[in-house]
Each structure stands twice: as C-alpha cells, then as structure tokens.
C-alpha cells in the first residue's frame, strides 16, 4: 500500500506556472507509473502526465510543452511544473500510483490516490 499527499495548487493568471509536488510513503512494486489526474467541476477526470520507474514520461496532449513531470528519489516526491497556464487548466489535480504494468492514462489502471489540490487560473 501507498499514501500519497498533494501540496503546491493556488492561484496563477493566465500564462503563469505552478509547481505540484506529491509525496508519497508506503510499499510499492519494482514496475510502477506515477501519474497525475485532474478533474474540473462537471467533467470526468482526465490524464495528465505520468513518470514510471525508468523514468519514462507520458503527456497528455493538451500539457505537452507545458508541463513537465520529475521525481526525487531522495524525497519520494513526484512534481509537476505548470508554466503557460490556461484556464482550461483550472482543476483539482490528483496524484496517483499505479503499482504494475497498465495503461498510461486510464485512472481505473491507478491503484493509490491523493486527495488532491486545487489548481485556478484566471483570465
């Protein structure tokens, strides 16, 4: 089992970055997808971005070039730096683990999640 808390969403305007950082603690598998989700009011949740254990790394199409995924072992934190912000990307961003092999993107392949943060980015 894996615990996983969320910090770094606020406020940026349109254009801006943020930094998401997720720290994770428990027992995981050697063949692992670390991943980030979000989900905006009245939508599904989406996939955003996802780094597994050779440090592969997977974007959904609407963050590629904007977003970008890493790790520090030494802290068992995953980050997602946020820079050319949109409004459309003003959700509650989840981080997740996905402990085995599965697809990239689906969040029914993820096994542990956070509780989330808010992320608001205005005009």
């Known amino acids: 089992q894996a615990q996983l808390v969320e910090s770094g969403g606020g406020w940026a305007q349109a254009g801006g970055s943020l930094r998401l950082s997720c720290v994770a603690s428990?027992?995981?598998?050697?063949?692992?997808?670390m991943g980030w989700f979000r989900q905006a009011p009245g939508k599904e949740r989406e996939f955003v971005s996802a780094?597994?254990?050779?440090?592969?790394?997977y974007y959904a199409d609407s963050v590629k070039g904007r977003f970008t995924i890493s790790r520090d072992n030494a802290k068992n934190t995953v980050y997602l730096r946020m820079s050319s912000l949109k409004p459309e990307d003003t959700a509650v961003y989840y981080c997740?683990?996905?402990?085995?092999?599965?697809?990239?993107?689906?969040?029914?392949?993820?096994?542990?999640w956070g509780q989330g943060t808010q992320v608001t980015v205005s005009s």
């Open positions: 428990g027992r995981i598998g050697t063949t692992y997808r």
């Open positions: 780094i597994n254990w050779n440090n592969y790394t």
């Open positions: 997740a683990v996905a402990d085995g092999l599965g697809s990239w993107y689906e969040a029914r392949e993820y096994d542990y």
